[in-house]
Nanobody, 116 residues
Framework: VQLQASGGGPVWTGESLKLSCSGS???????MGWYRQAPGKERELVAS?????????NYADSVKGRFTISKSNGRNSVNLQMNNLQPEDTAVYYC??????????WGEGTQVTVSS
């Protein structure tokens, strides 16, 4: 597994969580971000950011204003701060890293469960 992810867990509606993801410094990733997959649904992009600059953050409409993606320490490390979580945010969240070539790496999923 090229990407190490942490965070996630069970929370109540309106609470916050932070997901963290880091990859080996030997990889020259262009973008890093998070996808999620809810039961019975396709995997969808949640947020992404340029690395190592931390520029050009991109968000799914459903999380704009609530989630913030940012660069962390290290070339290939990002955080996803998730605030005001809602039951519809319940999903398995996957860290993703993309090369300029389009090739990509995936981390193991981490479960986020939001109960009302």
């Amino acid at each position: 597994v090229q990407l190490q992810a942490s965070g996630g867990g069970p929370v109540w509606t309106g609470e916050s969580l932070k997901l963290s993801c880091s990859g080996s410094r030997s990889y020259n990733y262009a973008f890093m971000g998070w996808y999620r997959q809810a039961p019975g649904k396709e995997r969808e992009l949640v947020a992404s950011i340029r690395v190592p600059s931390g520029g050009s953050p991109n968000y799914a409409d459903s999380v704009k204003g609530r989630f913030t993606i940012s660069k962390s320490n290290g070339r290939n490390s990002v955080n996803l701060q998730m605030n005001n979580l809602q039951p519809e945010d319940t999903a398995v969240y996957y860290c993703n890293a993309k090369f300029f070539t389009g090739a990509e790496h995936w981390g193991e999923g981490t479960q986020v469960t939001v109960s009302s």
